[in-house]
C-alpha cells in the first residue's frame, strides 16, 4: 500500500502564482487535513475535511482553497502565492476522529519568491 | 476549543539518561491524546495514543506516557535515551466529538549525545 501521497515534493513559486498540491490516500479514509509545518510553530491545521464533498477551516485558512471531489483525494489550492506561504506542507488522513490514528504523506516543500 | 502545550522547545540529553517531555492539555472533557514522532526530511509517525482504556499508554521503541487528569497531563518518557531517538516530538489533541480536527502543539526537539 502506498497510504498517503503528495505531489509533488518541492516547487518553486513566484509572488502571485498559483498552484495546487495534490493529497491521495489509498486507506478508505474518512477523514483528511492538511497542515503547514514552520520552524518553532509546528503543525498548524489549514483546512481539513470529514468526508467526500466536505471541507472545513482550520487554525490558518486565508490564502487556501480546498475541494474533495473524492474520497481518495483531497487538493490544496494556492490562488496567489505569498512568500509568507513558503513552509512545508503536510496531508494526512484518518479513518475518523477520535481515537484513531492519522497517516501522514512525505511532505511538500514550498518556496515563494 | 482543544489544544496541547508543550513545554520546551528544546531537549538535550546524554545517551542513556531518562528522556522526559512535557505537554499539557486544554478541554473541558478529557480527550484523546496522542504523541508522535519526526525524523528530519520524513513526515510525522504515530508513537503512541492515549484513549482511557489506561492512564499509563506504552508505545513504540520503548516510549511510554501517563495520562494524569487532576494534572491536564500527558507526558512522554523513555528511561534510558538511544542516539536513534533524536528527532521532533509532537503532542497531539483530538475531539471526542465527530468533525473535530486533530491539532499539535509546537513540537520538541529532542537531541541526543554520546
Known amino acids: 500500500n502506498a497510504g498517503v501521497t503528495q505531489t509533488p515534493k518541492f516547487r518553486v513559486l513566484k509572488t502571485g502564482q498559483s498552484m495546487t498540491l495534490l493529497c491521495a490516500q489509498d486507506?478508505?479514509?474518512?477523514?483528511m487535513y492538511w497542515y503547514r509545518q514552520d520552524p518553532g510553530m509546528g503543525l498548524r491545521l489549514i483546512h481539513y475535511?470529514?468526508?467526500?464533498?466536505?471541507?472545513a477551516k482550520g487554525e490558518v485558512p486565508d490564502g487556501y482553497n480546498v475541494s474533495r471531489l473524492k474520497k481518495q483525494n483531497f487538493l490544496l489550492g494556492l490562488e496567489s502565492a505569498a512568500p509568507s506561504q513558503t513552509s512545508v506542507y503536510f496531508c494526512?488522513?484518518?479513518?475518523?476522529?477520535?481515537?484513531?490514528?492519522?497517516?501522514f504523506g512525505q511532505g511538500t516543500r514550498l518556496t515563494v519568491v | 476549543a482543544q489544544s496541547v502545550t508543550q513545554l520546551g522547545s528544546h531537549v538535550s540529553v546524554s545517551e542513556g539518561a531518562l528522556v522526559l517531555l512535557r505537554c499539557n492539555y486544554s478541554?473541558?472533557?478529557?480527550?484523546?491524546l496522542f504523541w508522535y514522532v519526526q525524523y528530519p526530511n520524513q513526515g510525522l509517525q504515530l508513537l503512541l495514543k492515549?484513549?482511557?482504556?489506561?492512564?499509563l499508554v506504552k508505545g513504540i521503541n520503548g516510549f511510554e506516557a501517563e495520562f494524569k487528569k487532576s494534572e491536564t497531563s500527558f507526558h512522554l518518557t523513555k528511561p534510558s535515551a538511544h542516539m536513534s531517538d533524536a528527532a521532533e516530538y509532537f503532542c497531539?489533541?483530538?475531539?471526542?466529538?465527530?468533525?473535530?480536527?486533530?491539532?499539535f502543539g509546537k513540537g520538541t526537539t529532542l537531541s541526543v549525545s554520546s
Open positions: 494526512a488522513s484518518s479513518y475518523a476522529t477520535g481515537n484513531t490514528e492519522a497517516f
Open positions: 486507506m478508505n479514509h474518512e477523514y
Open positions: 475535511s470529514v468526508g467526500e464533498g466536505t471541507t
Open positions: 478541554s473541558s472533557v478529557p480527550p484523546y
Open positions: 492515549y484513549t482511557s482504556a489506561a492512564t
Open positions: 497531539a489533541v483530538s475531539g471526542v466529538q465527530a468533525g473535530t480536527a486533530l491539532i
